[in-house]
């Protein structure tokens, strides 16, 4: 059995940040960054909205460079999941099959992960195809893009996406929009929008990169095939939490809890601002000496560079909770 300070699950943005924060800081650390590490970032091409790369960084090098990072100050980098935990009491435990690791705090940072149409649209994750408007959209210059979906996600992305392309169209399964009546107002009045309602995305071609999609409304049955050059999918996030359900406390759509976001929510927690500031560890869960960072808590930005200030702030919770409990 192998014993460490801290044991960080998930090797993303904010998984990588703790590692460097809590290796220099002298703990022994252990990231399980899953078989794939590095996040949603590995799926992204250029990246150039994180800052120090004024040239911009192709996703999966930059994780790379994170990855090094942690491991230049010490943290030990495994590339296994997680699969079982047991979080109770002063020593955490976790699995990783029938091996078991121990530390005295754990943070998890395992991420979520886009909602897909599931018609092999993932094939062209950075060949046409995006999940983060906000991030792709000036790739997309003087182009012919489609959103899909319904909600204030694909609000946001269509309002990113008319500052750069020359056209986009939303694709909505439904005859009205779910999102805010403000974002809804926003979208349809302007003139570079156009909506297909009732309708959905059912077929996705091109090589080497997506060049056209096939589009069926659902009422009449009818199928239309549209040029593009990209396709935004926007029809929500899928947090990875399952290995923690029944262990720590997840919000209604199955994200992670933490002080932070208790304080911010009407929750039987009732956290003081002395819980919140003072005394206490905004990035905590639900149990002592576990916390959460990244997109497994933040349901709102989900940005590489808020994760990484996520994982910033959790390292430090960490390393405070640790010094108040030798």
């Known amino acids: 059995m192998t014993k460490y300070d801290v044991i960080v699950i998930g090797g993303g943005p904010s998984g990588y940040t703790s590692a460097i924060y809590l290796s220099r800081d002298t703990l022994s650390v252990l990231v399980l960054a899953g078989a794939q590490p590095g996040g949603q970032l590995i799926f992204t091409s250029e990246v150039e909205n994180f800052p120090g790369f004024s040239k911009g960084i192709m996703g999966p090098d930059l994780m790379t460079e994170m990855e090094t990072q942690a491991k230049r100050f010490g943290a030990e980098v495994m590339y296994s999941e997680a699969t079982k935990v047991d979080l109770t009491g002063e020593i955490k435990k976790v699995w990783v099959g029938e091996t078991v690791y121990e530390a005295r705090a754990v943070v998890v940072s395992t991420g979520a992960s886009s909602k897909m149409i599931g018609i092999g649209e993932e094939k062209y994750i950075g060949r046409g195809v995006s999940t983060c408007a906000v991030c792709d959209a000036a790739f997309f210059k003087n182009k012919k893009t489609f959103v899909v979906g319904g909600g204030d996600s694909a609000m946001e992305d269509t309002l990113a996406l008319v500052k750069f392309a020359d056209e986009v169209t939303v694709v909505h399964r439904r005859g009205e929009f779910r999102a805010s009546k403000i974002m809804q107002e926003r979208v ?54 399952k290995l923690f359900e029944g262990k720590l406390e997840l919000n209604e759509s199955g994200y992670l809890r933490t002080t932070m976001t208790a304080l911010m929510s009407d929750t039987k927690w009732r956290v003081s601002e002395k819980d919140m500031w003072l005394d206490g560890y905004p990035t905590m869960t639900s149990i002592e000496g576990v916390f959460g960072c990244g997109d497994v808590v933040d349901y709102r930005y989900r940005q590489a560079i808020t994760a990484a200030g996520m994982g910033c702030q959790a390292a430090l919770d960490t390393e405070k909770y640790l010094e108040n409990h030798k």
């Open 188 to 241: 349809l009045s302007n003139p570079k929008v156009k909506v297909l309602w009732n309708s959905e995305v059912i077929e996705v071609a091109g090589e080497p990169k997506l060049s056209s999609i096939k589009v069926k409304d659902v009422k009449t049955g009818k199928i239309t095939e549209h040029n593009l050059d990209g396709l935004f999918v926007a029809i929500g996030h899928v947090p990875t939490t």
